[in-house]
């Protein structure tokens, strides 16, 4: 006998689902500031990723994040094959990501704007996505290091190319492909300096960059290992170098080196971050013996705009969530989102996560008018520095708030928030952690006083009371007067960030701007999110963030 279904209980007040929606059209800072950051002619292809990457590719991303990348050392024979297999919705992802130029617009087509194009497309994916923004990262920044190599064109121009293969065969048997990179060893990542890989040259005197050099040595962590070469640092006889290694040689044989074991890491499941060991693995050299740091930089510099365009995309994607959650969800008699503390909270985090993708934006301007124009340069160089510390550092912080919006919904797995969450420390960490970033902001300013020189012009503007005071604590170390000792580096640092983000706001007449400065310049404020001054037009802030 069948028995009467029991009525427990209506589902209620819970938000319907939030996707598919438009990531490109819901977000009116990011529409701002690709036409403010001279991107305009790109914005239709933005637009059609904006809408893929809140749709499709959001929903590929959580089967290619749960189902983790599994190491295959052998085959069934007994051979070694040092193979990664990904969920298929990796590869999905990962193609509509490179044919869309996520990897390699900026190369592809070097027009004016391009770079910034492109720093829309990573912000984005981030969005939707972020494991496998690391391999599309790494192959974007890897460019411009293997085009200082002309035997290497063919490697350059297949990064930059709008083709995803995924086949592990020799890279001339392929229309496009990823790279990564190999500078982490198991006594020191920061210092790279203590690298102990050794590069052996295999003839005798050898001059010619194509004439190869064998690696031995290991790599701590050696993320996106299916990639078809890395940028590897080792020790030459002239001292560390850069090298080219690739997966496959060019005879189709696999290159001489082992992949270990994966990290089984806190988040980032989606992509695979391995430990390798080189057993005497083929390479040919990128840039002098003795100048590998100098050579990788560049390809450091871009990578640290990711970062930083990456956590801008993590906090505009936690805060889409909170602002959909509490719109939906009410409590104590009326929606979360009009409860007037809600508000404060929420719109102190749309505040943060547009300031964010302003600066990363503007310094997206200055790498892209960099070879055009010196003083662009300067402050993309040390600009790049101060936004990754400050903006991958504010991340995991943005996350747990956005997280509390939802309530406990924001801890199960079946919001986004705890993926989000485990993803927030890593753009700090890697590609230089925090300390670092302070301290190579410091090594620019007393190195390179261009650097300070453009800092300190970008921010010269007429911002009100709070602004001036800022900048002006700033003016004697900017011009080279007042060395900041090391211990007071992230203290220098955070000024200069907030500034810069206060700087990009107004310049824009964004209606936030002044709000920033009395949140976060003005003295004191306070620490947490949701502790803006309450007479100001909160409710405004949110509309536009929603
Ligand atoms: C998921 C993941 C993937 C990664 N993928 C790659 C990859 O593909 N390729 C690669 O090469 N690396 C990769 N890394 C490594 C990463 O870049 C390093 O972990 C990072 O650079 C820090 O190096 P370390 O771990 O050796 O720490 P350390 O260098 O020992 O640093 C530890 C701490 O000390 C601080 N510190 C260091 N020196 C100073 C100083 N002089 N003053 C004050 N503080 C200091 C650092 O800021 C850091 O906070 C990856 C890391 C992670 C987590």
Same mark, same amino acid.
């Given at each position: 006998m069948d028995l009467p279904p029991f009525e427990t209980h209506a589902v209620d007040n819970q938000p319907p689902p939030f996707a598919p929606r438009d990531l490109w059209r819901d977000d009116l800072a990011l529409r701002e500031a690709m036409a403010r950051e001279g991107a305009s002619a790109f914005s239709g292809r933005i637009a059609e990723y904006g809408a893929l990457a809140g749709s499709m590719l959001y929903e590929l991303s959580f089967d290619a994040h749960r189902d983790r990348p599994r190491l295959r050392t052998h085959d069934g024979s007994g051979h070694r094959i040092d193979r990664v297999e990904f969920h298929p919705d990796y590869h999905a992802i990962m193609r509509a990501a490179i044919e869309h130029g996520v990897a390699g617009l900026s190369w592809a087509e070097p027009v004016p704007g391009a770079h910034v194009a492109r720093a829309a497309l990573s912000y984005l994916h981030y969005q939707a996505?972020?494991?496998?923004s690391c391999p599309l990262t790494m192959t974007h920044a890897a460019v411009p290091v293997l085009r200082r190599e002309s035997g290497l064109a063919e490697w350059a121009d297949k990064a930059a190319a709008p083709h995803y293969d995924p086949r592990d065969v020799p890279v001339a048997e392929k229309p496009g492909i990823t790279l990564g990179m190999g500078m982490t060893e198991k006594q020191g990542g920061s210092d790279v300096r203590a690298n102990t890989t050794t590069a052996a040259p295999v003839a005798a005197h050898a001059s010619d960059p194509s004439d190869p050099y064998l690696l031995v040595g290991h790599k701590w962590f050696f993320s996106a290992p299916m990639s078809d070469g890395f940028l590897v640092l080792a020790q030459a006889p002239g001292g560390l170098t850069c090298f080219l290694m690739p997966r496959r040689l060019p005879d189709g044989a696999r290159n001489a080196f082992a992949l270990v074991r994966l990290k089984d890491k806190l988040g980032d499941w989606s992509n695979a971050s391995s430990e390798v060991e080189f057993r005497g693995a083929r390479a040919w050299r990128v840039?002098?013996?003795?100048?590998g740091v100098a050579t990788i930089l560049e390809m450091v510099m871009l990578t640290r705009l990711d970062c930083m365009l990456g956590s801008s995309g993590l906090m505009r994607m936690a805060l889409a969530q909170a602002l959909h959650h509490c719109r939906h969800r009410v409590a104590f008699g009326k929606p979360l989102l009009d409860q007037p503390l809600m508000r404060n909270v929420l719109a102190d985090l749309a505040l943060e996560a547009e300031a964010a993708l302003a600066l990363s934006m503007r310094v997206a301007r200055a790498v892209d008018a960099a070879p055009r124009d010196p003083a662009e340069a300067a402050f993309a160089r040390v600009a790049t520095a101060i936004g990754k510390y400050w903006i991958c550092k504010r991340t995991p912080a943005f996350v747990n708030e956005a997280q509390e919006c939802l309530g406990g919904n924001g801890y199960i797995e079946e919001s986004l928030l705890p993926r989000l969450y485990r993803q927030a420390p890593l753009n700090s960490i890697w590609e230089g952690s925090g300390n670092i970033q302070c301290l190579d902001v410091l090594r620019a300013l007393a190195r390179e006083p261009a650097t300070g020189q453009a800092l300190w012009n970008e921010l010269q503007l007429e911002g009100g009371p709070a602004y001036a005071t800022a900048i002006e604590t700033l003016r004697a170390p900017l011009q080279g007067k007042a060395p900041i000792p090391e211990a007071a580096a992230r203290t220098f640092v955070e000024s200069l960030a907030l500034a810069l983000q206060a700087s990009v706001l107004l310049k824009a007449a964004n209606p936030i701007a002044q709000a920033f400065c009395r949140s976060r +310049?003005?003295?004191?404020?306070?620490?947490?999110?949701?502790?803006?001054?309450?007479? +100001?037009?909160l409710a405004q802030f949110i509309a536009r963030a929603a």
């Open positions: 996505e972020p494991g496998s840039g002098e013996e003795g100048r +310049l003005a003295t004191p404020h306070s620490l947490a999110f949701g502790t803006l001054p309450p007479d +100001l037009p």
